[in-house]
């Protein structure tokens, strides 16, 4: 999997950041031990916003299956997102330029986040976590797989 930055000339004073968020993103899904301790989880992701069938294992072999190719953009949001991508086109990340005032660490976390979003989007397994609240779904396989990729 690859991450690649289209700013579109933004010339924007947190691009640096974004740019080692990247790093650090590609650096986490490069990693064998990532997708090792996504498989060992002991609990099933929670499933209020998973398929049966996306067992730990079952969504770990997925996302290191996975070919997309994720371009981050940078856009303005109304919004608090700090992050989304659509469906339609998984193959886009956007980070929302109002949200960048972030470590680069927090940066990865987004984009990993986003990651699992977009390889749900073309799986045949449902690994997601409803709507944009994050309260109460910690177990839900985008934010458990984000906070896990600011572990290591």
């Keep these: 999997m690859r991450f690649v930055l289209d700013h579109r000339g933004s010339t924007l004073r947190h691009i640096d ?3 080692e968020g990247i790093i650090l993103a590609q650096k986490v899904t490069d990693s ?3 997708y ?6 002991m609990e099933p992701f929670d499933p209020r916003f998973t398929s049966e069938d996306a067992t730990p294992e079952a969504v770990s072999a997925t996302l290191r299956g996975a070919s997309i190719v994720v371009r981050v953009r940078l856009q303005k949001a109304r919004r608090k997102v ?6 339609a086109d998984p193959s886009v990340v956007y980070l929302n330029i109002r949200r ?4 680069p660490i927090d940066i990865a976390r987004t984009l990993v ?3 699992v979003h977009a ?3 073309v799986s045949d397994l449902e690994f997601h976590h409803g709507n944009n609240s ?8 985008p934010y458990w797989i984000d906070d896990l990729a600011g572990k290591l």
């Design 134 to 141: 994050r309260n109460g779904k910690s177990e839900s396989a």
């Design 82 to 87: 700090l992050g989304w991508t659509y469906a």
């Design 100 to 103: 960048l005032d972030r470590t």
């Design 32 to 34: 064998p031990e990532f």
């Design 119 to 121: 390889v749900d989007a």
């Design 113 to 115: 986040h986003e990651w």
């Design 36 to 41: 090792h301790r996504i498989s060992s989880k």
């Design 17 to 19: 950041r974004v740019v």
